[in-house]
T-cell receptor, first 115, second 113 residues
Framework: DTAVSQTPKYLVTQMGNDKSIKCEQN?????MYWYKQDSKKFLKIMFS???????INETVPNRFSPKSPDKAHLNLHINSLELGDSAVYFC??????????????FGDGTRLSIL | QQQVKQSPQSLIVQKGGISIINCAYE??????FPWYQQFPGKGPALLIA?????SEKKEGRFTISFNKSAKQFSLHIMDSQPGDSATYFC????????????FGTGTKLQVIP
């Protein structure tokens, strides 16, 4: 059973298009995250939701809009895609929003390529 | 304040050798320091973690050494194997926040036979 699953695994699209990435976790975790990993492998947090409530919103262009229909799902919609959006996007989850010592469980990523 | 600096950027080690990756942090509020391992095409996965109340933690061939006064911690991989070839990320977080994890910049380890 895949703990954190993302779809699609690959996404190739034209500049200016709108696209969505979906994420689901079956671990029963309360908190979910979106990360962006650039070509240099640097991992940067974008958003975090705790039980459907947005709790972390880093400096991300408002073309990126997360949505959490329930605590097991966190989707990412991107409007007007730009070349600089090309990256691997990771979804992750963790058991609790606060308290240290809670490892994050990552999906296998969605590789987004903008033509 | 929120940075975690990681070195080296890349590392080549002979099979059976010791791999050492170093990290330094600035925020003294950090109280949980995990290391993540990432294979190509996969997401990062927790490898080992430490809290600042201990100076060392060992799990199999992997050891974290922690120096609270210097605000530094390191990962040692003993008897490195080709299967250890991956990108390693140190990270730091603190219990007062919303589990926001600050990652290091990553170290690409290659273990050659």
């Amino acid at each position: 059973d895949t703990a954190v699953s993302q779809t699609p695994k690959y996404l190739v699209t034209q500049m200016g298009n709108d696209k969505s990435i979906k994420c689901e976790q079956n671990l029963g975790h309360d908190t979910m995250y979106w990360y962006k990993q650039d070509s240099k492998k640097f991992l940067k947090i974008m958003f975090s939701y705790n039980n459907k409530e947005l709790i972390i919103n880093e400096t991300v262009p408002n073309r990126f809009s997360p949505k959490s229909p329930d605590k097991a799902h966190l989707n990412l919609h991107i409007n007007s895609l730009e070349l600089g959006d090309s990256a691997v996007y990771f979804c992750a989850s963790s058991p609790a929003r606060g308290g240290s010592g809670q490892p994050q469980h990552f999906g296998d990523g969605t590789r987004l390529s903008i033509l | 304040q929120q940075q975690v600096k990681q070195s080296p950027q890349s590392l080549i080690v002979q099979k059976g050798g010791i791999s050492i990756i170093n990290c330094a942090y600035e925020n003294t509020a950090f109280d949980y320091f995990p290391w993540y391992q990432q294979f190509p095409g996969k997401g990062p996965a927790l490898l080992i973690a430490i809290r600042p109340d201990v100076s060392e933690k060992k799990e199999g061939r992997f050891t974290i050494s922690f120096n609270k006064s210097a605000k530094q911690f390191s990962l040692h991989i003993m008897d490195s194997q080709p299967g250890d070839s991956a990108t390693y990320f140190c990270a730091a977080t603190y219990s007062g926040g919303y589990q926001k994890v600050t990652f290091g910049t990553g170290t690409k380890l290659q273990v050659i036979p």
